[in-house]
């Protein structure tokens, strides 16, 4: 099961799932006439509560937890409280039933708490657990919050609150699981806190059966139901190995022998911004100003764009930022950019500047946006178009960009015409950056939407590595920007094949800086004429990895 891997490490055991919320009773409910038997079954349910809370907390002292003992020796006291008790009784003898005149018990030191500052507000959440654990006991259902165990368990969820894992023994969580939740969300802030393995926004998560054995890798985002011992000492290793690797992989990126290959992020907006500099990015190698405006009926306003172009150009005042125009069109479309008609392939249709040239006010004012947002900033702002195909159009947006003011323009490469025709693109252009994604789309007709031609799909391909050759000896700066980049592998052979540097998405930045560092230029060189020489991505791949011995290092 894939996932977004959040906090690396590995963690195997059996799944624990946090039992959703406990429904109120409703308003009204009454019992079947048996006043004492309903009161006895409501105060036996709230004693339980209380003995259960005690012991959780012996349990905790005994581990060295005292805080926490403290914590769940008060929430015993509540649960205990004899005010609170008389309030369940007098709703019962008015008809209620057990369940309800909990609830409403509850509800009236609820509102004196809420009212009585903001400490005691917060004690609020600890009342309704007590609260919910004892209507649970009443109803049968499963007692909610963190589960017990009597052995470390992989915590899974819908996604984990606050209160959730305010409680949590790190030695009895081996891992965290949710089916949402991204690489901001607390479960990842706490897991990384605590150094937990974690994997997030996995589907299907808590469909896990209950006590299933599964291993979580962090770093992968991956989750596999009952793996086998080998399984998980494969994993175990890897992951010693790459944290010991990860450990020292630090500063901008260089092959062992120093030759310079600055290690840039992707980004899609603003809220990039903090992983790419989390992860060491040397600036933004592309940044999708798309994504900012998929799902828009009209044309965002130039404010609103240079506000968001802004805020990611100074993230990086001593680096670069290489803007993307908008590639609507294709798998991406814009609603305020429509297609000019029904097109029977859109990957081959009017998409990237193809569709820009037919509004080329949204392209002026896009280019004029960025010239603001960059006044005055220290960053290097550069700027390209995508779905390049021949010089003529490069020449169009360099002069589209010298009107607007932009000082850097470049084009992607990835239309096979592009790179086969590359020094024509480079007379008109400062650099360029290639799109492995849809490189390999175009080279192997294969359209990177169809999951059937995956095998396809491959920058491993060796006619997609032949391709990047002379686009990366046109006389220009040529990055690599597509998914290939983030391959530890290939990205020294990218290197190797003369690419002067690589963005990715910014969790694999780590990884590539550490297989970078721990290699020559002439075994990438040497790692890039072997791929090339080989007749399938697969043969590439193994061929490859002879001359890039120690990314066994690294685990890889
Ligand atoms: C690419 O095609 O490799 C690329 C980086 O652009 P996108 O994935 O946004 O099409
Ligand atoms: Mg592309």
Redesign the pocket.
């Known amino acids: 099961m894939q996932g977004a891997g959040v906090s690396p490490g590995v963690g195997t055991g059996p799944v624990r799932t946090i039992a959703g919320a406990v429904p109120e009773p409703p308003a009204g409910s009454r019992h079947g006439g048996d006043a004492g038997a309903e009161r006895d079954s409501a105060l036996a349910a709230l004693e339980a509560v209380a003995a259960d809370l005690e012991e959780r907390g012996e349990r905790a002292a005994a581990a060295g937890n005292t805080d926490g003992r403290d914590v769940l020796n008060a929430q015993a006291l509540m649960a205990r409280d004899p005010g609170l008790a008389d309030g369940v009784r007098a709703a019962i003898g008015e008809g209620t039933s057990a369940a309800r005149a909990v609830f409403e018990a509850f509800g009236v030191y609820r509102a004196m708490l809420a009212g009585a500052g903001e400490y005691m507000a917060a004690r609020v959440t600890d009342l309704d657990d007590i609260r919910d654990r004892a209507i649970a006991r009443l109803l049968g259902l499963p007692v909610p919050g963190v589960p017990e165990s009597d052995e470390p368990f992989v915590l899974v969820a819908r996604d984990l609150a606050p209160a959730d894992t305010a409680v949590l023994d790190p030695a009895q969580v081996v891992a965290f699981v949710t089916e949402e939740g991204g690489p901001t969300s607390h479960t990842a802030i706490l897991a990384r806190t605590m150094g937990v393995p974690a994997v997030v926004a996995l589907p299907g998560a808590t469909s896990l059966a209950e006590g299933t054995r599964v291993l979580v890798d962090g770093a992968a985002g991956t989750v596999l139901p009952d793996p086998s011992e080998a399984e998980v000492a494969a994993a175990r290793a890897t992951a010693a190995a790459r944290a010991s690797a990860l450990g020292e992989s630090t500063g901008p990126g260089a092959t062992r022998d120093g030759h310079r290959v600055p290690l840039l992020a992707n980004v899609g907006g603003p809220k990039d911004v903090e992983a790419a500099l989390a992860n060491g990015a040397e600036g933004v190698g592309l940044y999708r100003t798309e994504f900012l405006f998929l799902d828009r009926a009209a044309p965002p306003s130039d404010e609103e764009q240079e506000e968001a172009y802004r805020t990611v150009l100074a993230a990086f005042p001593e680096g670069r930022v290489v803007v993307r125009t908008l590639?609507a069109g294709a798998d991406k479309p814009l609603a305020f950019l429509p297609a000019p008609g029904e097109e029977p392939n859109p990957a081959l249709g009017e998409r990237g500047l193809r569709m820009m040239r037919r509004h080329p006010d949204v392209l002026a004012s896009q280019l004029a946006a960025l010239t603001r947002a960059a006044a005055g900033l220290s960053v290097e702002l550069q700027v390209m178009a995508?779905m390049v195909t021949d010089a003529e159009e490069a020449a169009y947006f360099a002069a589209a960009c010298r009107e607007a003011g932009v000082e850097h323009p470049g084009v992607?490469v990835?239309v096979p015409a592009a790179a086969l025709r590359a020094r024509d693109l480079a007379a008109e252009v400062e650099f360029f950056s290639i799109?492995t994604?849809?490189l390999t789309q175009y080279a192997c007709a294969a359209d990177r939407q169809v999951g059937g031609l995956a095998h396809l799909q491959d920058p491993w391909q060796p006619a997609v590595l032949d391709l990047v050759v002379p686009a990366a000896g046109a006389g220009v700066p040529c990055g690599v920007c597509g998914e290939a980049a983030g391959d530890p592998a290939l990205a020294c052979v990218l290197v190797g094949l003369g690419v002067t540097s690589l963005s990715m998405s910014a969790p694999s930045l780590p990884l590539v800086r550490a297989a970078l560092v721990r290699h020559t230029l002439e075994e990438c060189r040497a790692a890039a004429a072997a791929a090339r020489a080989a007749r399938s991505a697969g043969q590439a791949r193994e061929a490859a990895r002879a001359h890039l011995p120690r990314l066994a290092d690294l685990g890889l």
Request: charged share 45%.
């Open positions: 590639d995508p992607m990835e799109g994604n849809d």
